[in-house]
Structure formats: structure tokens, C-alpha cells
């Protein structure tokens, strides 16, 4: 082989990889390949927490976790509806995700270091912003969780919730008694039967709960202070990127559309209609994000149609006009003084 022809031949073979390096492609990865093959997606959720998961006297489920499982089958399957939800304790939940029992978790779980960095699972994007609160009942005229010293406090097990109690109390010299509790029913059922002075988790988790199991919620007050941060969402196993990839953007996907106006109600008039970029991009009119994902260019059209962008799904289950009645706050769009800040789907 003469010189010139070995340079030519490097050449063409240095041209071919730095061309299949550029080119957009995905694999399925083995958990959409499960989940495809098995028709359904498999959701880990809370065994019920009124505006993030909880099932109805026929088995319905409903909340924000759920809307974000839906999502993920509307853009995986076609078909928001083809979700099994397991319900879990807050002790279980890690294992039913590394056991491969479920496919992912959307429990309000806290993100933390030790949660990504030891036990095998990633998380992926944050759906909810909160911190942990104190109630207590409104007759015990306590207005600050300084005034709580040597109080009990109810608390479940197995949660970031129990440690942030414990360091708060340490902290602040309170002498605070946990009074600890694995299912999270007994939790709520031991504070309104008055055996802690107050009960303590997130402050969303505090309000379901007011809501849902208080004879009368003015009856009970959450105090004013937030003792942590707790942003929350949903987490998947390590060792499948593709996975990973698939439930982060298609949170994104639903805070984005928010940012631009697309809602399940106009989503068709805007892609016969609209001419920006991004809307024409989001909705898989112009470029096609989906194969980067493994998926089909109207992915992310089927998850907003099946569950509406992310400020509907908050004042849906969350929101004012609910028993909740909880304010966007933290969780406002970036540019309206929230943290929800999308990265681009481009």
C-alpha cells in the first residue's frame, strides 16, 4: 500500500467516526425496553398524601407524583392510563426502586447527597420545592417552633424529616422528644389523638394532611418557620442513562411548555398555528428531540395533552383553589420569581 493511498484510506476512516460521533442517536435502554415490552410503566407513589398521591373509594389515583407518572407513560406508551401505581412506605420506597419492583419513584422524596450518591439511584429533576414545618393545634397557642421546647413531636421513620428534627432540636437547645412512627397513617393518626404536642414533616405534607384528616383545619396551625430545604422529585435506578434521560426531560418538558404558554387546551391550535421556534420545537413540529431520547417526535406533545404543563398540574392538586390551598411560591416559573427553571429542550 503506497503512502498516499494509507493517508487517503485514514483519512475516510477519521471522517466516518467523527461523523458517527455527530450524529444524533439514542438507544432504548433497558428500562424503556421493559416498560415497552411489559405495556405498562411501573410508579412508586405514597400510600396517600392528598395533592401528591392518593387513591380515591375506586382506586383512582390522583396528585402531582401521579400526573408526573402519566406523563412519563403518555410519552413512553402513547397512553397516560397505562401506569400500575404501587404504593409505599417511606422505608420501602428505596428498595422497591433497587429491586427493580418499580421503574420509578415519584414520592415527594427529598434529593440529598447520600440518596444519589450511595444507594444506587440517580435523581432527576426537582417537581417540587419545599422545607420542613411544625403544626400544632391552634389552642396550644404556640405561634414559633422555638416555643416548643421539651414538646414531643410526632415524626416518621426513615425519612430526611427525622434527622432535620433531631439536628434542630440539637441546634437550638429544645430538647425536642421524637415520638417516631414507620407508617405514615400512624403518624397522622397519633397526632390528631393528641399524643405529640406537634407533628412534623414537609410543609406541603403538612397542609395534605390538615386537609384530608383534620376534623376542622383551623383547628390546626403550621407554624412559620421552614427548618430545611426539601426540593422533591422523581428518581430512577443507576446503571440506565437512557432512563434517566427519558423522566428528567419530560419534567422539563412540562415546566418549559408553562414558560412558553402551552397548555392541554391550546396545544393543537398551536401546532397548527404558532410560528415560534421553541413552541414548534417543544411540540416535535420542527426539530425532533425524541430520537435523542429513544422516542418518537411527539413525546412530549402526548405528556402535555394527557396532564397539562406544570402550573396546571400544581393548581389542579395544590393549588389556592384547592383543600390545599397552597401559593406557587418557590415553585413559580423562574421568570415570575420562583426557582421552576426549566434547562432547554433544544
Given at each position: 500500500?503506497?503512502h498516499r493511498?494509507?493517508?487517503?484510506l485514514?483519512?475516510k476512516?477519521?471522517?466516518?467516526?467523527?461523523?458517527?460521533?455527530?450524529?444524533?442517536?439514542?438507544?432504548?435502554g433497558?428500562t424503556?425496553?421493559?416498560?415497552?415490552?411489559r405495556g405498562?410503566l411501573?410508579?412508586?407513589?405514597?400510600?396517600?398524601l392528598?395533592g401528591?398521591?392518593?387513591?380515591?373509594?375506586?382506586?383512582?389515583?390522583?396528585g402531582?407524583?401521579?400526573?408526573?407518572?402519566r406523563?412519563?407513560?403518555?410519552?413512553?406508551l402513547?397512553?397516560?392510563?397505562k401506569?400500575?401505581?404501587?404504593?409505599?412506605?417511606?422505608?420501602?420506597?428505596f428498595t422497591?426502586?433497587?429491586?427493580?419492583?418499580v421503574?420509578?419513584?415519584s414520592?415527594?422524596?427529598t434529593?440529598?447527597?447520600?440518596r444519589?450518591?450511595?444507594?444506587g439511584?440517580?435523581q432527576?429533576a426537582?417537581t417540587?420545592?419545599?422545607?420542613?414545618?411544625?403544626?400544632?393545634p391552634?389552642k396550644?397557642?404556640i405561634k414559633?417552633a422555638?416555643?416548643?421546647?421539651?414538646?414531643?413531636v410526632c415524626v416518621?421513620s426513615?425519612?430526611?424529616?427525622?434527622k432535620n428534627?433531631?439536628?434542630f432540636s440539637?441546634?437550638n437547645?429544645?430538647?425536642?422528644?421524637?415520638?417516631?412512627f414507620?407508617?405514615f397513617d400512624a403518624a397522622?393518626?397519633?397526632?390528631?389523638?393528641?399524643?405529640?404536642?406537634?407533628?412534623t414533616t414537609?410543609?406541603?405534607?403538612l397542609?395534605?394532611?390538615?386537609?384530608?384528616e383534620?376534623?376542622?383545619?383551623k383547628?390546626h396551625?403550621?407554624?412559620?418557620?421552614?427548618?430545611?430545604?426539601?426540593p422533591?422529585?422523581p428518581?430512577?435506578?443507576?446503571?440506565?442513562?437512557e432512563?434517566?434521560?427519558?423522566v428528567?426531560w419530560?419534567?422539563y418538558g412540562?415546566?418549559?411548555?408553562?414558560?412558553?404558554?402551552?397548555?392541554?387546551?391550546?396545544l393543537e391550535?398551536?401546532?397548527?398555528?404558532s410560528?415560534d421556534?421553541?413552541?414548534?420545537r417543544l411540540?416535535?413540529?420542527?426539530?425532533?428531540?425524541?430520537k435523542?431520547?429513544g422516542?418518537d417526535?411527539e413525546?412530549l406533545?402526548r405528556?402535555?395533552?394527557?396532564?397539562g404543563?406544570?402550573?396546571?398540574?400544581?393548581?389542579?392538586?395544590l393549588?389556592?383553589?384547592?383543600?390545599?390551598?397552597?401559593?406557587?411560591?418557590?415553585?413559580a416559573?423562574?421568570?415570575?420569581?420562583?426557582?421552576?427553571?426549566?434547562?432547554?429542550?433544544r
Amino acid at each position: 500500500m503506497t503512502h498516499r493511498l494509507f493517508a487517503t484510506l485514514s483519512r475516510k476512516l477519521l471522517l466516518t467516526a467523527l461523523v458517527g460521533l455527530a450524529a444524533p442517536h439514542a438507544w432504548a435502554g433497558k428500562t424503556l425496553d421493559a416498560v415497552k415490552q411489559r405495556g405498562q410503566l411501573v410508579c412508586g407513589v405514597n400510600t396517600g398524601l392528598a395533592g401528591f398521591s392518593a387513591a380515591d373509594s375506586q382506586g383512582k389515583w390522583t396528585g402531582m407524583d401521579v400526573d408526573i407518572c402519566r406523563a412519563i407513560a403518555a410519552a413512553t406508551l402513547g397512553d397516560a392510563n397505562k401506569v400500575r401505581f404501587v404504593p409505599l412506605s417511606a422505608p420501602q420506597r428505596f428498595t422497591a426502586l433497587q429491586s427493580g419492583e418499580v421503574d420509578v419513584l415519584s414520592r415527594n422524596t427529598t434529593f440529598t447527597l447520600t440518596r444519589d450518591a450511595s444507594m444506587g439511584l440517580h435523581q432527576t429533576a426537582v417537581t417540587f420545592y419545599d422545607g420542613q414545618a411544625f403544626m400544632v393545634p391552634t389552642k396550644s397557642n404556640i405561634k414559633s417552633a422555638k416555643q416548643l421546647k421539651g414538646a414531643t413531636v410526632c415524626v416518621q421513620s426513615g425519612t430526611t424529616t427525622e434527622k432535620n428534627l433531631t439536628d434542630f432540636s440539637r441546634a437550638n437547645k429544645l430538647d425536642l422528644k421524637p415520638v417516631v412512627f414507620e407508617k405514615f397513617d400512624a403518624a397522622n393518626a397519633a397526632y390528631f389523638a393528641g399524643r405529640c404536642k406537634a407533628y412534623t414533616t414537609d410543609g406541603s405534607g403538612l397542609a395534605s394532611i390538615r386537609a384530608k384528616e383534620a376534623k376542622s383545619p383551623k383547628e390546626h396551625l403550621i407554624l412559620p418557620e421552614m427548618i430545611s430545604k426539601e426540593p422533591l422529585g422523581p428518581m430512577v435506578r443507576r446503571g440506565d442513562d437512557e432512563w434517566l434521560a427519558i423522566v428528567k426531560w419530560t419534567v422539563y418538558g412540562l415546566v418549559e411548555a408553562e414558560e412558553v404558554g402551552i397548555t392541554a387546551a391550546n396545544l393543537e391550535s398551536l401546532k397548527a398555528d404558532s410560528t415560534d421556534p421553541v413552541v414548534l420545537r417543544l411540540l416535535g413540529k420542527s426539530d425532533d428531540t425524541g430520537k435523542l431520547l429513544g422516542l418518537d417526535r411527539e413525546w412530549l406533545s402526548r405528556a402535555i395533552a394527557a396532564v397539562g404543563n406544570y402550573g396546571e398540574i400544581f393548581e389542579h392538586h395544590l393549588g389556592e383553589k384547592t383543600p390545599l390551598g397552597l401559593k406557587r411560591g418557590l415553585n413559580a416559573p423562574w421568570n415570575k420569581g420562583g426557582l421552576q427553571y426549566a434547562i432547554p429542550i433544544r
